[in-house]
């Protein structure tokens, strides 16, 4: 990712999706209903909607980092990775067990 890209998204709100001392993978809020994913060396993955991160955050659906190597985020520590209430506010949801009045 250039410097001049970059620096015209890192202020937009994120959230990191994987976390082994600094994010493997961070989600980017673009502001208009879709989120940019990019991997640890800040290079685009993925622009998806909050149905596609949430593939990624709770099914098998493998992601790719810089390297190739391939990663199911469920699978990895918890510790690892958002809490569920930390990713729905991140995505503007309410968890399935929350009752809106």
Do not use: C
Not at 25 to 51: Q, S
Not at 83 to 94: D, G, M, N, V
Request: glycine share 4%.
């Amino acid at each position: 990712m250039n410097k001049q890209y970059y620096a015209s998204i890192k202020h937009l709100p994120h959230l990191g999706l994987l976390n082994f001392e600094g994010d493997l993978f961070r989600a980017y809020d673009l502001l208009d209903g879709n989120y940019l994913i990019v991997n640890e060396k800040h290079e685009d993955v993925v622009t998806t909607d909050a149905v596609g991160i949430l593939e990624y955050m709770i099914t098998p659906k493998p992601i790719v980092n810089y390297d190739g190597k391939a990663w199911i985020i469920p699978q990895q520590h918890e510790n690892a990775r958002p809490s569920q209430e930390a990713l729905y506010e991140f995505l503007k949801l309410y968890p399935p067990n929350q009752i809106v009045n």
